[in-house]
């Protein structure tokens, strides 16, 4: 990775992002040798305009920065750096230096259960059930999803919330597995939900209709 740190007087700016809640946390600035700390001790070090010095986040707090991975812009002179923070970000001891909560959106989750349900079918270990479901086929996995989706109806109707919701879990993934088998995604399905909030869609969903009727 070549960094251009002369292009602002031997400084870059490195956005700081949560490697998990993908929240920006803060922006500092690096020179080289911060940059070079920060590889070698795994903690986050930035150059202080104000002390003229490095400055490793968390030296004074124990709020450390544990750095995951470091990447470069297009340009070569802005760096976005992956962490996992100890305690909050800021110096008035919010989670951010925008004062906002740096809370983890479960539905994140779904891309990540997404991947390692494809990861099975790459794989197909053994002992797994969601391998056992790849063997079993199309027609099964999607009965299976039809079954808990019938589950998750009665729980709605004549159950608890608690048991809704863990049917809906189970739905949600046979559905997951579904989509991975036919070479789709829930991203997929998301962007058809997001097709659908347009509020043109279903104008021109009925246009479409009616021209299919006329011919």
Known sequence: MKIDFDKMN??????IQDAVTKNVLMLGYMNEEAYNKTIDTKKVTFWSR??????TKGETSGNFLNLVDIKIDCDNDTLLVSVHPDGPTCHKGTDTCWAEDNNYNPILFLSELQDFINKRHKDMPEGSYTTSLFKKGVNRMAQKVGEEALETVIEATAGTDGKMIYEASDMLYHLIVLLSSKGLRIEDVAMELLKRHNPDWDKARRIAKSKGEME
């Not at 031997?10 to 956005?15: C, K, N, Q, R, S």
């Not at 104000?50 to 400055?55: K, Q």
């Open 10 to 15: 031997g400084l870059v700016p490195a956005i």
């Open 50 to 55: 104000s002390r003229n010095c490095l400055w």
